[in-house]
């Protein structure tokens, strides 16, 4: 039987999964990812969406850092709004839903 080591290994292929290996994979770490099921790599939960109020902050920062989910979002975004548009800007937030089958094939 043959070894292989690995710097990082990711357990869940999900969204959260594939966006931890791309970060580690850029780093030059030897990098693998472990799933139950190869047809849902990349997958979205069941409610498919990206930002609103808390989880917009955590997009735009990982956007910054180098991260794939804003541009994923992007190219399987299907419907756009920015959330609590008649309050201050400390509460506003935009947010995407996606299309769950671009989202998982982007």
């Known amino acids: 039987a043959t070894t292989e ?3 990082v290994v990711v357990i ?3 969204h959260a999964g594939c966006e931890a290996c791309s970060a580690s994979a850029r780093t030059g770490a030897k990098t693998a990812l472990l799933t139950q099921n ?3 790599i990349g997958e979205l939960s069941c409610n498919p969406s990206i ?3 808390g ?3 955590l997009v735009r920062e ?3 850092l180098g991260g794939v989910m804003g541009d994923v979002a992007d190219r399987a975004g299907i419907h756009f709004r920015m959330l ?3 309050k201050g800007p400390a509460v506003r ?3 995407g839903q996606m299309d769950r089958d671009l989202y998982r094939d982007a």
């Open 84 to 86: 609590n548009r008649r």
């Open 93 to 95: 937030g935009p947010r």
């Open 12 to 14: 869940g292929g999900g």
């Open 55 to 57: 989880k917009g902050h």
């Open 5 to 7: 080591e690995y710097d």
């Open 62 to 64: 990982v956007d910054a």
């Open 38 to 40: 190869l047809s849902t």
């Open 51 to 53: 930002g609103g109020i």
